[in-house]
């Protein structure tokens, strides 16, 4: 028993200790999804960031409708915030038709050259 806690111990000094690095979940991407429906059947895939030649940040974020046999329609909206985290520019909701078991791309501009960041806000269309 000795021998194999001493083994133990030698293994931890030598070795060191192993940290865990968390996967990136909904929430390191600043997506809301406001309502209960909408976090079952809406699943984030990515999103990607780019830059205009006036500087201005262009956002798309991947979604993915995963009901098996319904179409989904959802209401988005981006919130765009500057280095200091101050809300600079929110868009207008816009209603979208995710289809069933599908992928849609939701895209958007901030107008201002001072967006560093953003929240997208995702919840049940209305219509």
Same mark, same amino acid.
Not at 25 to 40: G, M, P, Y
Not at 108 to 126: A, E, N
């Given at each position: 028993?000795?021998?194999?806690?001493?083994?133990?111990?030698?293994?931890?000094?030598?070795?060191?200790?192993?940290?865990?690095?968390?996967?990136?979940?909904?929430?390191?991407?600043?997506?809301?999804?406001?309502?209960?429906?909408?976090?079952?059947?809406? *699943?984030? %895939?990515?999103?990607?960031? =780019?830059?205009?030649?006036?500087?201005?940040?262009?956002?798309?974020?991947? /979604? &993915?409708?995963?009901?098996?046999?319904?179409?989904?329609?959802?209401?988005?909206?981006?919130?765009?915030?500057?280095?200091?985290?101050?809300?600079?520019?929110?868009?207008?909701?816009?209603?979208?038709?995710?289809?069933?078991? *599908?992928? %849609?791309?939701?895209?958007? =501009?901030?107008?201002?050259?001072?967006?560093?960041?953003?929240?997208?806000? /995702? &919840?049940?269309?209305?219509?």
């Amino acid at each position: 028993m000795k021998r194999v806690f001493i083994f133990y111990l030698l293994s931890l000094l030598c070795c060191g200790c192993v940290f865990l690095v968390p996967t990136q979940s909904k929430r390191d991407i600043n997506l809301v999804l406001l309502e209960q429906a909408t976090e079952l059947y809406i *699943q984030y %895939i990515q999103h990607r960031r =780019t830059r205009t030649d006036s500087g201005q940040l262009g956002v798309v974020v991947d /979604i &993915r409708n995963i009901h098996p046999r319904k179409d989904i329609a959802v209401d988005w909206k981006m919130v765009f915030y500057d280095k200091e985290r101050f809300e600079i520019e929110p868009t207008a909701w816009n209603t979208v038709v995710v289809p069933k078991q *599908q992928k %849609i791309s939701l895209k958007t =501009t901030c107008m201002s050259d001072q967006c560093v960041d953003f929240k997208l806000y /995702i &919840r049940d269309s209305k219509n």
